[in-house]
């Protein structure tokens, strides 16, 4: 067998065992995408069993978004786990990424979504995220928002830095609101 064979096959070989979850250093640490599948997995089952002892129906989706795993529950009526204001899904997430901590001793970012409720939230911010910009750029005046919750500012944060301009964070929480600064 020649040398560029050898090479070619502990290529292969390499590639192969990378894919089985063993890294390119040897260690057998999994991928981060399958850490976060894991996530997902542990987060599913903590919720069906939640779902089951409410006695309430409930189909779940799991992926992996850039950096973190997102589940989500559908069914026929769950604004009862919503909550007003998203109250109730916020302490369900946190609960569930505890479920995940106990389980792989890692903190988790997992992001939760119960009924299209924080895709619908997500769109109705990006649009009022756009109208204050508009608003910034024509007064050249600063603009406080009302207080809001860590995901409802973070997807205020980023369609401002997606426009091109200047937010922070101000204030404690629960009174935690953006300020959209002039450029």
Not at 41 to 56: T, V
Not at 65 to 89: F, H, P, Q, T, Y
Not at 96 to 123: C, F, H, N, P, W
């Amino acid at each position: 067998m020649s040398e560029n064979q050898n090479d070619v096959e502990a290529g292969e070989l390499s590639d192969a065992v990378e894919n089985e979850g063993v890294q390119a250093d040897g260690s057998n640490r999994p991928s981060k995408v399958e850490r976060l599948e894991a996530e997902g997995d542990i987060a599913a089952d903590y919720l069906e069993e939640l779902l089951d002892i409410a006695d309430l129906d409930g189909d779940l989706d799991m992926d992996v978004e850039g950096d973190r795993a997102s589940v989500s529950i559908v069914g026929a009526d769950l604004s009862m786990l919503v909550g007003a204001n998203g109250e109730v899904l916020e302490a369900l997430q946190e609960l569930t990424r505890l479920a995940v901590y106990r389980e792989t001793g890692e903190r988790s970012r997992l992001m939760l979504d119960i009924s299209g409720y924080r895709a619908t939230k997500r769109q109705e911010l990006v649009e009022l995220a756009a109208r204050l910009i508009a608003q910034v750029k024509e007064t050249g005046q600063k603009v406080s928002l009302d207080p809001m919750s860590s995901f409802e500012r973070k997807v205020v944060h980023d369609a401002v830095t997606a426009a091109g301009m200047v937010s922070e964070s101000e204030g404690v929480e629960p009174r935690r609101r953006v300020v959209i600064l002039p450029s």
